[in-house]
């Protein structure tokens, strides 16, 4: 951090929001036909993941690698195929969960533009 710069982990109130945001998207991914069959029966630890990594990822501690190590992306989703289909339903259940967070428009900017990089990336499939 450079001077006085807050980080996004800092300007959304900490670890509660990005909780709050995984929720949400993990909600809609629950009732999604191209998501559902790529996540295990229990959730609930690919959300707690998830949501650590980003607040992680955002500035804030490191719990995420402190826990699971090194977040290889890509290697971690490799084993399932992703392709357009999945990473536009992805993205956009993201999107929504962004919209719903109420975090300031240059801080949900920041976090879609991030969300679109990230599922562009987990694309293996064409």
């Given amino acids: 951090m450079e001077g006085d710069e807050v980080t996004v982990y800092e300007a959304v109130g900490g670890q509660a929001f990005f ?3 995984v929720h949400r998207f993990y909600l809609a991914v629950a009732g999604d ?9 229990d959730m609930g630890p ?29 290697m971690r989703h ?12 992805w993205y956009g259940h993201m999107a929504e969960s962004v919209a719903a967070s109420g975090a300031p428009p240059e801080v ?13 990336h987990m694309v293996n499939e064409t």
């Fill in 19 to 21: 909780d709050d945001l």
């Fill in 46 to 74: 690919g959300e707690r993941h998830l949501a650590l990594f980003l607040g992680q990822y955002w500035g804030g501690p490191t719990t995420y690698s402190d826990q699971r190590g090194h977040p290889r992306l890509r």
């Fill in 78 to 89: 490799a084993p399932f195929a992703v392709g357009r289909a999945e990473r536009d339903a």
């Fill in 33 to 41: 036909p191209v998501l559902r069959p790529l996540y295990p029966e």
């Fill in 108 to 120: 949900a900017d920041r976090l879609l533009e991030y969300f679109a990089m990230a599922a562009d």
